[in-house]
């Protein structure tokens, strides 16, 4: 029999080969496998992540690598979940936007409290939700209070039937639902961003898509699409989304601000939306719009920057359910283009409930 020397000890070669393939059998498990979750207070002494035993969901995150999925069940998770960048491909797979429910532990980094924290490459989050929860007693803090944050680096995210909820009687003026924070080709489908988060939805990225969703509750805007450079075009598109309840209802809040170029709005339902139904952001138009609000480094621009007015943006076959008076479109950009756009004043029949699967 063959031996192959280790220091102090000789060891068979048939020994060797069972423990390279254990080896292996442990990287696969960390990386690629799935890894089954409960709550803590169904974790069992013998947790390995396995479905006959599984475990955490803080264990399976800390053992998680490249392409694992996680296969959550049914209940309420507390953390503040971090994806991070060599975890590529993994996947948050729960029993459904409002069964699996994942809420904010209350972490503060860096003045952020951030419920999922997105910073790997073709990730995804499916039926799945997070719920963050203002907490008047950590305001000294708290800086911002973001429900789902994916970063630049998350190239190709995919949140597909999400929620994001937001439960708050206090102040909310630092509250963002989801913020895609420069990271090009996301898509959001089937996502609910639900509560009075101050914005719903940041689209500070390139070819994203939002479709088949819901923004419901924003206090300030629904969605604003935002171009930070420039001389990028952003072609993002928003399809099939019903925004509601944004703003106060009468004089405050926008369904969608537009601040960035070549982007398109098609097929959606506007209801209940405050003063602005789409704010096209410039100077250009005839309509004198207010000002947008754009972030503090454009602010400081002068208002004859070109990247204070969006180009080229597409509106087509969107719904206003309104009352007279209400501002449906307001147009400061350049050659923005409006077809087969409706205003219906009465609400739409059944306010569309059910949107989202969740």
Avoid at 63 to 69: H, I, L, N, T
Avoid at 72 to 93: F, M, P, R
Avoid at 188 to 208: F, Y
Avoid at 259 to 281: A, D, P, T
């Amino acid at each position: 029999m063959a031996f192959h020397t280790i220091p102090g000890r000789l060891l068979p070669l048939a020994a060797l080969c069972i423990l390279l393939v254990s080896c292996i059998a442990l990287c696969v498990e960390a990386s690629g496998d799935k890894l089954f979750v409960v709550p803590n207070s169904a974790v069992g002494s013998k947790a390995d992540c396995s479905e006959d035993f599984p475990c955490s969901l803080e264990h399976a995150l800390a053992v998680a690598g490249a392409e694992a999925e996680l296969e959550i069940s049914e209940g309420h998770y507390d953390g503040n979940v971090v994806i991070h960048a060599n975890q590529t491909g993994l996947s948050l797979n729960g029993a459904g936007a409002s069964l699996t429910l994942i809420h904010s532990a209350g972490l503060v980094v860096n003045g952020n409290e951030i419920v999922l924290d997105v910073r790997a490459e073709d990730f995804s989050a499916n039926r799945i939700g997070f719920a963050q929860t203002w907490n008047e007693s950590n305001t000294a803090n708290v800086t911002a209070q973001i429900g789902v944050l994916i970063r630049d680096t998350a190239i190709g995210a995919r949140l597909d039937e999400v929620l994001v909820l937001y439960n708050s009687s206090g102040d909310t003026s630092t509250s963002r639902g989801v913020v895609i924070a420069g990271a090009p080709e996301v898509e959001l489908k089937k996502t609910a961003v639900v509560g009075p988060w101050q914005d719903g939805i940041h689209l500070i990225s390139s070819s994203s898509k939002v479709k088949q969703g819901l923004v419901d509750g924003a206090t300030r805007i629904g969605i604003a699409l935002i171009n930070t450079n420039v001389s990028a075009s952003s072609e993002n598109k928003i399809k099939q989304v019903t925004i509601r309840n944004i703003g106060d209802g009468s004089t405050f809040g926008t369904a969608i601000e537009v601040q960035g170029n070549n982007n398109h709005v098609k097929e959606g339902e506007i209801s209940n939306w405050g003063k602005y139904g789409i704010h096209v952001c410039g100077e250009a138009g005839p309509d004198k719009c207010d000002p947008c609000h754009y972030s503090a480094a454009v602010e400081e621009l002068p208002d004859s920057d070109p990247l204070r007015t969006a180009r080229h943006t597409s509106i087509k076959g969107v719904d206003f359910f309104g009352e007279p008076g209400q501002i449906r479109v307001c147009d400061g950009g350049e050659e923005t283009k409006v077809k087969r756009v409706q205003v219906i004043r009465e609400a739409p029949e059944e306010e569309r409930e059910v949107v989202v699967v969740i």
